[in-house]
């Protein structure tokens, strides 16, 4: 069986390896954090094995990357030359490219991911980017493995990953940031807080399963909820008239724009 070794055992990491030991993934996991706590709790959810220093590190297969960006040199200065140079090196980092991956780790086959965190719940959306190096074998394993808890996305140019970040990877707390907006607005009009909570996530969920499920566009999904000078109606006119569409885009430009300052 493979080996992943994980440097980092943080929220997404954590989605990811769970993900994969759920979908049963031909993997065996080591994890490592320099404050072991995350490492030790992982590797008993997913009966991997806790790596205590990177004093000497096992050769393993894959080696996944997954501290914050601001924390890669420290652990690249840890880790440069003591890694399988034949493994490939999965970075789930926001805006940290494969060139810089390679020359700071002094490796040449990598994965960039750039995962979300619906990853948890076997319903994430990871996009892949391949440097030359990795072979077709390698490419087959690890979409595989990654599809088994969501869907996969393969970019050939890396600056796609840019453009994608602030849409699949950000785009949760959007989500997350709509509901919270209106589950405070049921409550403020006197509706219980845990039934507002409720109502709202069984509407996001039915409404994106329904669009999962429907031929029907997202324009044309909300015109079936909208009748003229109805309910729904003047809600969108007010969203429409504040330049919704115009903050969202706004919103969207400012992510891209911190994506590729931090690629640089
Ligand atoms: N969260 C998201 O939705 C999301 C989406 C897309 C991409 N990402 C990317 O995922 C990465 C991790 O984010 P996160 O939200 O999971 O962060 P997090 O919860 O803060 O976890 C960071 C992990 O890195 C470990 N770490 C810190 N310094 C380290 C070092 N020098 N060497 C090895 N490990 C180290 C931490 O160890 P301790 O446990 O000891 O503190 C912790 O386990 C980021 O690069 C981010 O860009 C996140």
Redesign the pocket.
């Known amino acids: 069986m493979k080996n992943l070794l994980s440097?980092?055992?943080?929220?997404?990491?954590q989605a990811i390896i769970e993900g994969m030991y759920k979908e049963k993934a031909e993997l065996s996991y080591t994890l490592?954090?320099?404050?072991n706590?995350?490492a030790i709790a992982l590797a008993k959810n997913v009966s991997g094995t806790h790596l205590e220093s990177l004093e000497k590190i096992p050769a393993s297969d894959f080696y996944m990357i997954?501290?914050?960006?601001q924390?890669l040199s420290?652990?690249a200065k840890e880790i440069k030359g003591k890694l399988n140079p034949d493994a490939v090196v999965i970075s789930?980092?926001?805006g940290t490219t494969t060139d810089t991956l390679k020359s700071l780790l002094g490796v040449e086959k990598v994965l960039r991911v750039?995962?979300?965190?619906p990853s948890l719940v076997g319903a994430g959306v990871n996009a892949f980017y391949f440097s030359a190096a990795v072979s077709k074998e390698e490419r087959e394993f690890l979409t595989r493995t990654f599809e088994s808890f969501s869907k996969v996305f393969t970019f050939e140019a890396e600056k796609e990953i840019d453009i994608i970040t602030g849409f699949s990877?950000s785009g949760?707390a959007y989500i997350f940031e709509f509901s919270r907006i209106l589950v405070e607005k049921m409550i403020s009009m006197g509706i219980e807080r845990e039934i507002a909570t409720e109502m709202i996530k069984w509407t996001f969920y039915g409404s994106s399963k329904l669009q999962l499920e429907s031929p029907d566009s997202s324009e044309e999904l909300r015109n079936k909820v909208t009748s003229k000078k109805g309910v729904t109606f003047e809600a969108l006119e007010v969203f429409k008239g504040a330049g919704f569409e115009k903050i969202v885009d706004q919103a969207l430009d400012a992510a891209y724009n911190r994506s590729v300052e931090l690629s640089k």
Do not use: W
Request: charged share 10%; hydrophobic share 30%; proline share 14%.
């Open positions: 440097f980092g055992c943080g929220n997404m990491a490592y954090t320099p404050s706590t995350r997954s501290c914050k960006p924390q420290d652990l789930i980092l926001a750039m995962p979300n965190t990877g949760p």
